[in-house]
């Protein structure tokens, strides 16, 4: 037996089953190729080489496939479902072979698997509406914006502003003077020495 050899038939449902030997790994694939639907189902089983073609018959629950190798497998295929049969089933199989005869199995390359293509990142997403425009971390309307940088901050700024213009004032000596009733809270002036609301002497 050549180092690669594989096999194809036609089931029914536009099923095809492929059994393929490389080196020591026998592999079963089930693919489908209906309208508008595509699906494959594959399953690995560590055999060794094969030493003869393998043979498929069809049973009432499906199909059963004998791989020949240092041993002889009996691989259960119902559907999508792939397994191994052991034991007691094994003789079983055996049995009910005997008496038919093999599907006749062409050679054919099994089936690629489709290549996965990267995902593409996300771009940042934008967004405008009248004067009103989203971008990715950051809104902004008329001349208003809010951010979620550190960066961005409110603001409404007109054009010409500059940052010397836009500069918090120093409160003035008056402001800093300013002193507050202990009792209502009213604003007294800082040479008061009577609350004008409430009355109360100031300290």
């Not at 089930?30 to 060794?48: E, V, Y």
């Not at 290549?115 to 996300?122: D, V």
């Not at 500069?167 to 609350?195: L, T, Y």
Request: net charge neutral; with cysteine; hydrophobic share 30%.
């Amino acid at each position: 037996m050549a180092d690669t050899a594989s096999y194809r038939y036609d089931l029914d449902n536009f099923q095809r089953l492929y059994l393929s030997n490389q080196s020591t790994l026998t592999t079963v694939t089930i693919s489908s190729n209906s309208a508008g639907q595509q699906q494959q189902s594959s399953q690995g089983i560590t055999t060794g080489q094969w030493t003869a073609l393998p043979q498929l018959y069809r049973l009432e629950s499906g199909y059963v496939a004998t791989v020949f190798a240092d041993q002889t497998f009996y691989i259960l295929i119902q559907g999508n479902q792939i397994q191994m049969s052991a034991g007691a089933h094994e003789e079983s199989i055996a049995q009910q072979i005997n008496q038919l005869d093999p599907l006749p199995m062409q050679p054919a390359k099994p089936p690629s698997v489709p290549t996965m293509k990267p995902m593409t990142p996300l771009q940042p997403m934008s967004m405008t509406m009248g004067n009103m425009s989203m971008r990715m971390g950051e809104m902004q309307m008329g001349n208003m914006s809010i951010g979620t940088q550190a960066s961005s901050s409110w603001s409404n700024s007109q054009p010409g502003d500059t940052a010397q213009s836009r500069a918090v004032e120093e409160p003035s000596s008056a402001a800093r003077q300013r002193k507050f009733c202990s009792q209502c809270g009213a604003v007294v002036g800082a040479q008061d020495r009577f609350c004008s609301q409430c009355g109360t002497q100031l300290t």
